[in-house]
C-alpha cells in the first residue's frame, strides 16, 4: 500500500498536549521522550486492532465494531480502560443521535424561512460598513487642518 | 467528565477525543487482515490511544529518574517498557540505551563465542536475520 511513513504517526502537537494534561505541572519532556511516546501509541493502534480483528473473525465478521475493540482491550490487559470507553461510547452514540435529531429539524425550519429574509439581512451589513468608513475619512481631514 | 477532550477534526465531528480519527483509520487499515471499521470502532480505538498515551506517560513518570528533576526522559519510557508487564509489547521499540563502548565490548565478546563454536563444529557462519 502506498503509505507515507509520516502517514502512520500520530500529530505532534497532539500526543504533546495529552502528554503534558497527564503529568504535573512544570514537567519538563524531552524531545525524544514525546517521539517514543508518539511511536507506542501508533503500535499500540496495530496491536488493539490486530486483537480485536481477531475478535472479529471469531464472530465470522469482516467490519470491526465496538466490541471487538473493548475485547481486544480486556486481552490485551488494559482493562482499567474499558469504564471510560464505555462512558466514552454512550456519549458518541447520544450525540449521533442528537445531531441526527437536529438535522431533521433544521430541514423543517429551512422550508419555513423564505429567501427574501436573508436578503435584507445582508443589505442592512453593507450600509454599516459604509457609515464606518465615511466617519473614518471625516476625522482625517479635521486633523490635517489642525496641522 | 473530567476525561472528556475537546477536539475538532475537519468535519467538526468527533468532540469526544482530540487525535484525528482520519490517521487513526490510516494506521487501522494499514493491518493485512482488517476489512473494514466501524464508525465507533475507530472512535473507541482513538479514544483508546489517547487514555493509552495518558498512561504510559504517568508510569514511566512516576517509576523513572527523571522524577527528580520534574523530566520525563526517554530512558524513563525504555524502562517501562521492560519492566512492567503492561508495556511489554512495547520492549522492541523503545529499547534501552548503552554507551557505545559497552556495545562494542558486547559484540568482541559475541564474535569470540562465535568463533569458539566455529572451532568445534567444521560448519559455516551464518549471518543472523
Same mark, same amino acid.
Given at each position: 500500500?502506498?503509505?507515507?511513513p509520516e502517514?502512520?504517526?500520530?500529530?505532534?502537537?497532539?500526543?504533546?498536549r495529552?502528554?503534558?494534561?497527564?503529568?504535573?505541572?512544570?514537567?519538563?519532556?524531552?524531545?525524544?521522550? #514525546?517521539?517514543?511516546?508518539? #511511536? !507506542? !501509541?501508533?503500535?499500540?493502534?496495530?496491536?488493539?486492532?490486530s486483537?480485536?480483528n481477531?475478535?472479529a473473525m471469531?464472530?465470522k #465478521?469482516?467490519?470491526?465494531?465496538a466490541s471487538?475493540v473493548?475485547s481486544?482491550?480486556? %486481552?490485551?490487559?488494559?482493562?482499567?480502560f474499558?469504564?471510560?470507553?464505555?462512558e466514552?461510547?454512550e !456519549?458518541?452514540r447520544r450525540e449521533?443521535?442528537?445531531?441526527?435529531?437536529?438535522? %431533521?429539524q433544521?430541514?423543517?425550519d429551512?422550508d419555513?424561512?423564505?429567501?427574501? %429574509?436573508e436578503?435584507?439581512?445582508?443589505r442592512?451589513e453593507?450600509?454599516?460598513e459604509?457609515?464606518?468608513?465615511?466617519?473614518e %475619512?471625516?476625522?482625517?481631514?479635521e486633523?490635517?487642518?489642525?496641522n | 467528565?473530567?476525561?472528556? &477532550?475537546? @477536539?475538532?477534526?475537519?468535519? @467538526?465531528?468527533?468532540?469526544?477525543? +482530540? $487525535?484525528?480519527? +482520519?490517521?487513526?483509520?490510516?494506521?487501522?487499515?494499514?493491518?493485512?487482515?482488517v476489512?473494514?471499521?466501524n464508525q465507533?470502532a475507530l472512535?473507541?480505538?482513538?479514544?483508546? &490511544?489517547?487514555?493509552?498515551v495518558?498512561?504510559?506517560?504517568?508510569?514511566?513518570?512516576?517509576? @523513572?529518574?527523571?522524577?527528580?528533576?520534574?523530566? $520525563?526522559t526517554?530512558?524513563?519510557?525504555?524502562?517501562a517498557?521492560?519492566?512492567?508487564? &503492561?508495556f511489554q509489547?512495547?520492549?522492541d521499540?523503545?529499547?534501552?540505551?548503552?554507551?557505545?563502548?559497552k556495545y562494542?565490548?558486547?559484540?568482541?565478546?559475541?564474535?569470540?563465542?562465535?568463533?569458539?563454536?566455529?572451532?568445534?563444529? +567444521?560448519?559455516?557462519?551464518?549471518a543472523e536475520?
Amino acid at each position: 500500500m502506498a503509505e507515507r511513513p509520516e502517514d502512520l504517526n500520530l500529530p505532534n502537537a497532539v500526543i504533546t498536549r495529552i502528554i503534558k494534561e497527564a503529568l504535573p505541572d512544570g514537567v519538563n519532556i524531552s524531545k525524544e521522550a #514525546r517521539s517514543a511516546i508518539s #511511536r !507506542a !501509541a501508533s503500535v499500540f493502534v496495530l496491536y488493539a486492532t490486530s486483537c480485536a480483528n481477531n475478535f472479529a473473525m471469531k464472530g465470522k #465478521r469482516k467490519t470491526l465494531n465496538a466490541s471487538d475493540v473493548l475485547s481486544a482491550m480486556e %486481552e490485551m490487559e488494559f482493562q482499567r480502560f474499558i469504564v471510560p470507553l464505555k462512558e466514552a461510547l454512550e !456519549a458518541y452514540r447520544r450525540e449521533q443521535k442528537g445531531k441526527k435529531e437536529a438535522s %431533521e429539524q433544521k430541514k423543517k425550519d429551512k422550508d419555513k424561512k423564505t429567501d427574501s %429574509e436573508e436578503q435584507d439581512k445582508n443589505r442592512d451589513e453593507d450600509n454599516d460598513e459604509d457609515e464606518e468608513r465615511l466617519e473614518e %475619512e471625516e476625522q482625517n481631514e479635521e486633523e490635517e487642518v489642525d496641522n | 467528565m473530567a476525561d472528556v &477532550t475537546v @477536539g475538532k477534526d475537519k468535519c @467538526g465531528e468527533q468532540r469526544l477525543v +482530540s $487525535l484525528p480519527l +482520519s490517521r487513526i483509520r490510516v494506521i487501522m487499515k494499514s493491518s493485512p487482515e482488517v476489512s473494514s471499521i466501524n464508525q465507533e470502532a475507530l472512535v473507541l480505538t482513538a479514544k483508546a &490511544t489517547e487514555l493509552f498515551v495518558q498512561c504510559l506517560a504517568t508510569h514511566s513518570y512516576r517509576h @523513572g529518574t527523571g522524577k527528580e528533576k520534574k523530566a $520525563l526522559t526517554y530512558s524513563d519510557l525504555a524502562n517501562a517498557a521492560e519492566e512492567s508487564e &503492561t508495556f511489554q509489547f512495547l520492549a522492541d521499540i523503545l529499547p534501552k540505551k548503552i554507551l557505545a563502548s559497552k556495545y562494542m565490548k558486547m559484540l568482541k565478546e559475541k564474535r569470540e563465542e562465535e568463533d569458539e563454536n566455529d572451532d568445534e563444529e +567444521s560448519g559455516n557462519d551464518e549471518a543472523e536475520a
